[in-house]
Nanobody, 123 residues
Framework: QVLLVGSGGGLVQAGGSLRLSCAASGGTFTSHFMGWFRQAPGKEREFVAAISWSGSATYYADSVKGRFTISRDNAKNTMWLQMNSLKPEDTAVYYC????????????????WGQGTQVTVSS
C-alpha cells in the first residue's frame, strides 16, 4: 500500500495555470501506472490523466488533452499534473491514485487514493 499526498490546488482565474503534485511514500511507486481523477460537486469521479511507470506513455481525457500534462519523477516518488488554460468547468477536487489493474480510464482500477486537492477556476 502506498500513501499518496496531493497538493497544489487553489483558486485561479480562467486561462490561468496550476501545477498539482502527488507525493508517494510507504510502498511501491516506481513500478505502477499512476493517475489523476477529479470530482465536481454532484458528479461522479472522472478520469483526467494517467502515466506509465516509466513515464513513456501518457493518457488524457478528451476534455483536458492539449491543456494538461502529466509527468513523474520516480527518484523523487512524485507525480505532477500541469494544468494550463484552465476553464471554470475544470473546477473540482483532484485526486491522485495508484493503478492496480483493469481499465486505465476507470476509477475502479485504482487504489491508494490521495486525500484530494481543490481546484477552483473563476470565470
Amino acid at each position: 500500500q502506498v500513501l499518496l499526498v496531493g497538493s497544489g490546488g487553489g483558486l485561479v482565474q480562467a486561462g490561468g495555470s496550476l501545477r498539482l503534485s502527488c507525493a508517494a511514500s510507504g510502498g511501491t511507486f516506481t513500478s505502477h501506472f499512476m493517475g489523476w481523477f477529479r470530482q465536481a460537486p454532484g458528479k461522479e469521479r472522472e478520469f483526467v490523466a494517467a502515466i506509465s511507470w516509466s513515464g513513456s506513455a501518457t493518457y488524457y481525457a478528451d476534455s483536458v488533452k492539449g491543456r494538461f500534462t502529466i509527468s513523474r519523477d520516480n527518484a523523487k516518488n512524485t507525480m505532477w499534473l500541469q494544468m494550463n488554460s484552465l476553464k471554470p468547468e475544470d473546477t473540482a477536487v483532484y485526486y491522485c491514485a495508484r493503478w492496480t489493474g483493469g481499465n486505465t480510464y476507470s476509477a475502479s482500477a485504482y487504489s491508494d487514493w490521495g486525500q484530494g486537492t481543490q481546484v477552483t477556476v473563476s470565470s
